[in-house]
């Protein structure tokens, strides 16, 4: 019995924190949670956050990168993860239109450079009120507009929360676009324009979205395979400012990579709020509003094309 | 009608069977087949480069394809109206246009699903939507009511015409060997006894209740693909009335155009009448006074509300881009027709076919006009995306294919009318009989 707890308490830590020990032939006998032999203790602890939100400390020898995995079938990637209900934080103080998130996603989906999956808008709620950047990317409705008009069952709802696309189910009708109000999702009207480097993912998923299928629709997945190796969305790792926080609502944490928050008290104590909860399709993304803000909105201009900033000033 | 009677059988019979194409017939022919192919081509195209070939993009990406399926449809209900609920209503001097109506209907129907199939990304899926289909889709709802109404319209066109092909059977000399063979076989189980007269009658009346509400369905479903979103100028409980009333009135113009033509190249004066045109110029009327009901209601409540995410799309509309074109489609396709053919000299045949043509190609912009400014008018505002996405219009493929559509759904009717009576002969035949026993 003293062998499986530990043995449970490595793996938890193992998959929750980002670290595996390799597995080293899987024989029955073996203990597949065993570290490697070859690892010796280095000495150097590093610190680490346990689920729990106790401070654990782990040899940094222990500390390797997840090895590749695969990514699942798409009967798996239609049922989600068990247990999980994700949901994402977007703090509109700390955003000042670096595009960063927007770089990153479009680069790791290879979307095509005319389009995006994540936008930041220049947004003013009306005539004398104070504009502010607002990236905006699929809300994952808990009553998504898009599943329920699919003819052919090709965007779903997993138990997990998360809204995909099987793009080797639609048809293209393009019916999922017009229904969704976030204006959220992109047709592929031609082949992606991305150039491969040659270490992509080749086997696609729903999960993982790539290759880009020319004639279906695409949009946001919130990284449902970065979840699996124990990562973070792209865009919440790739933004500097920590404006985006992703977790789970079940276990009611959410965490930008440097901060992390209990998700109910985060949003009672900012006021967090949903886009247009008024059409009754709530979104799994909440914001919280742009008060006490670390950049003014000026600084984000820099960083706008020029049809857009030509459509701000007016 | 009184100059029905003059005539006897053989001469009605002479009159009314069908002609080999004249010299008009070939040249409008050729350019209908031209005009295909080159459509042809456009979607050839598209299959090999992708939805790319088109204008469409994120923004609007429903154009001219499903605008034209929407006129499709629309102008299939005529079927309905002036087969079913006329004959339900006794109505005896639709009589020959009947047939015209229906082959309308059918053919319209016909490039109603291709034209759905044109707009998919992926054509070579189409079979998912019945390996795969979710019912609770309304796409799902229209594959099911568009393939009924389909099956009705056809059986409705072809009972009536089997009395007819017994009649074309005795002209072999005259119809040639390949069309005999195909009167044959689509009518020789018919001998026009009293017994097969009776089944054939209760079979239309069935048919023609059935095809009312799924007339009914067919233009009320097409009109929640976009009223079951949140799309300002669309998310609207009138769309079902306001699609249903427009899809009458384009229907009747579209039979009344028909008439005049096959009227003036087929020397049919002595069976579409002027009094056809005056009765068919009295229902464009009320038809359209029916239409501007709706279409008052349609804008006016959300004119005076001016909801901010209503606002852009409304003033686009009354003022803006799409001004010049949607006051053309008020005007043109509705005031133009209730003050022309209120006079009677408006519906003589000329004004008449004028107007209808007016009626037809305003609908076509109107529903140009339902479809795309809407889908310029997102809650989101429209950034982050290349200066195309802001505008929409159709490419030359868009184009091209959109008017081989129309093109294919003029030959289908062109070469029925050359195969088959388009006024029916049979029918003629009874009536004069009947009213020359009063």
Not at chain 2, 304 to 331: C, D, R, V
């Amino acid at each position: 019995m003293e062998n499986k707890d530990t043995s449970r308490r490595d793996f938890l830590l193992t998959g929750i924190l980002a670290t595996t020990a390799i597995v080293a032939g899987c024989s029955d006998k073996k203990n597949p949670f065993t570290p490697e032999d070859t690892v010796t203790p280095s000495g150097k602890k590093v610190k680490l956050l346990s689920v729990d939100g106790e401070i654990i400390e782990v040899d940094e020898a222990f500390l390797k990168p997840v090895p590749h995995v695969p990514p699942v079938s798409i009967d798996e990637s239609r049922r989600g993860i068990a247990g999980k209900k994700f949901v994402m934080v977007i703090d509109l103080a700390k955003c000042k239109n670096l595009k960063k998130c927007q770089s990153a996603c479009n680069h790791m989906h290879q979307v095509h450079s005319s389009q995006n999956w994540l936008k930041v808008y220049a947004m003013e709620d009306a005539d004398h009120t104070a504009p502010y950047w607002q990236p905006t990317q699929c809300m994952h409705c808990d009553e998504p507009p898009c599943v329920k008009v699919c003819p052919v069952d090709a965007t779903f709802k997993r138990e997990d929360g998360i809204v995909l696309i099987d793009n080797e189910r639609c048809i293209g009708c393009r019916f999922c676009m017009a229904a969704c109000p976030y204006s959220s999702r992109v047709f592929n009207w031609e082949p992606s324009d991305y150039k491969p480097t040659g270490d992509e993912e080749k086997i696609y998923s729903p999960e993982n979205s790539i290759p880009q299928k020319v004639g279906t629709v695409s949009k946001c997945d919130f990284c449902p395979d970065r979840h699996r190796e124990g990562k973070l969305p792209y865009c919440v790792e790739a933004c500097p400012n920590g404006v985006f926080y992703f977790g789970d609502i079940n276990e009611d944490t959410v965490t930008n990579g440097s901060e992390t928050f209990r998700f109910s008290e985060l949003i009672k104590d900012k006021a967090g709020y949903k886009l247009m909860e008024d059409l009754g399709t709530k979104p799994s993304v909440y914001y919280l509003p742009p008060v006490n803000r670390s950049f003014p909105f000026e600084n984000g201009l820099e960083n706008e094309n020029e049809t857009d900033k030509k459509l701000i000033a007016k | 009608m009184e100059k029905l009677s003059s005539l006897t059988p053989e001469q009605i019979t002479q009159d009314l069977l069908p002609k080999k194409f004249g010299k008009w017939g070939k040249i409008w022919t050729a350019i209908l087949i031209a005009i295909c192919l080159i459509g042809a081509y456009a979607y050839y195209r598209q299959i090999r480069y992708g939805l790319v070939v088109t204008n469409m993009r994120d923004y609007v990406s429903w154009g001219i394809y499903i605008s034209n399926f929407v006129f499709f449809v629309a102008i299939s209900l005529v079927g309905s109206l002036i087969t079913a609920i006329f004959r339900l209503a006794n109505i005896e001097w639709a009589t020959p246009l009947t047939r015209i109506a229906e082959i309308i209907a059918v053919s319209a129907i016909v490039f109603a699903s291709l034209i759905i199939i044109v707009d998919m990304g992926r054509p070579e899926r189409f079979m998912y939507l019945f390996l795969y289909g979710r019912i609770q889709s309304p796409i799902m709802w229209d594959v099911i009511v568009i393939m009924t109404y389909f099956c009705i319209s056809l059986l409705l066109l072809y009972m009536p015409l089997l009395p007819d092909l017994k009649i074309l059977l005795k002209f072999k000399e005259k119809s040639g060997n390949a069309l005999h063979k195909l009167y044959r076989f689509q009518g020789s189980f018919w001998q026009g006894t009293k017994a097969q007269f009776k089944i054939s009658e209760k079979a239309i009346t069935i048919l023609c209740v059935a095809i009312i509400p799924v007339a009914f369905s067919i233009h009320t479903v097409t009109s929640w693909l976009f009223a079951t979103t949140y799309r300002p100028g669309w998310d609207s409980t009138n769309f079902g009335a306001y699609f249903i009333s427009g899809a009458f009135l384009v229907g009747a113009g579209g039979v009344v155009v028909a008439m005049y033509i096959f009227r003036k190249f087929y020397h049919l004066e002595k069976y579409i009448t002027e009094l056809h045109f005056d009765k068919m110029g009295k229902l464009l009327v009320m038809l359209s006074l029916l239409y501007l009901y709706f279409n008052i209601n349609e804008f006016m409540t959300p004119a005076f509300k001016m909801k901010k995410s209503e606002a852009g799309h409304l003033n686009e509309l009354f003022s803006g881009t799409y001004a010049p074109m949607f006051w053309f489609a008020i005007i043109g396709g509705l005031i133009v027709p209730i003050i022309g053919l209120l006079f009677k000299k408006g519906r003589k045949p000329l004004p008449m076919f004028v107007i209808a043509i007016l009626v037809v190609v305003c609908a076509w912009f109107k529903r140009y006009l339902i479809v795309t400014p809407t889908l310029l008018h997102p809650f989101m505002p429209m950034q982050e995306v290349p200066a195309s996405y802001h505008h929409y219009f159709p490419s030359w493929e868009e184009w091209a294919i959109a008017m081989g559509s129309l093109a294919g759904a003029l030959l289908i009717i062109t070469f029925f009318a050359r195969i088959y009576p388009i006024i029916p002969i049979q029918e003629t035949l009874t009536e004069k009989n009947e009213a020359e026993k009063l």
